[in-house]
């Protein structure tokens, strides 16, 4: 997935917040190197030389619980000499959060303090990773 993005590609989803600059593809380096046991199925799909449309759904235990998820995910796509220069993809942040965390997530998925904890956590994450790929 990695190489499928322009260096500047941005990308967007409700826990990764505005990534680019090289962010979208470290997030699936990330992400697929922390995977204990991912799988993903394309459900549904369309594109042409200029946007794209995804629906794909992921089944992963979440690394900070271990809880497994299934997790329904739309995207799209904007696409510039064959790479993907924009990807924004959508679910319910409330769904990801009562399977990721648990009783958290049921309780208060739906407050911006559990989703702002989740995206800093996310960059965090991300910054970190980055900085291990540089070292």
Do not use: C
């Amino acid at each position: 997935m990695s190489t499928l993005y322009a260096p500047e590609a941005r990308f967007h989803d409700p826990v990764f917040q505005d990534l680019s600059a090289g962010e979208p593809a470290a997030m699936w380096r990330m992400l697929t190197a922390r995977a204990a046991d991912l799988r993903v199925e394309l459900v549904d799909h369309t594109a042409d030389d200029a946007q794209g449309h995804a629906r794909w759904i992921a089944r992963y235990p979440f690394v900070q619980t271990g809880r497994p998820v299934i997790n329904d995910v739309r995207s799209t796509f904007r696409f510039h000499d064959g790479q993907v220069v924009e990807q924004r993809d959508e679910f319910s942040f409330y769904a990801w959060s009562k399977q990721a965390l648990g009783t958290t997530g049921l309780l208060l998925g739906w407050t911006p303090l559990v989703r702002g904890k989740v995206q800093r956590t996310a960059r965090d994450s991300l910054k970190a990773f980055r900085q291990s790929e540089r070292a």
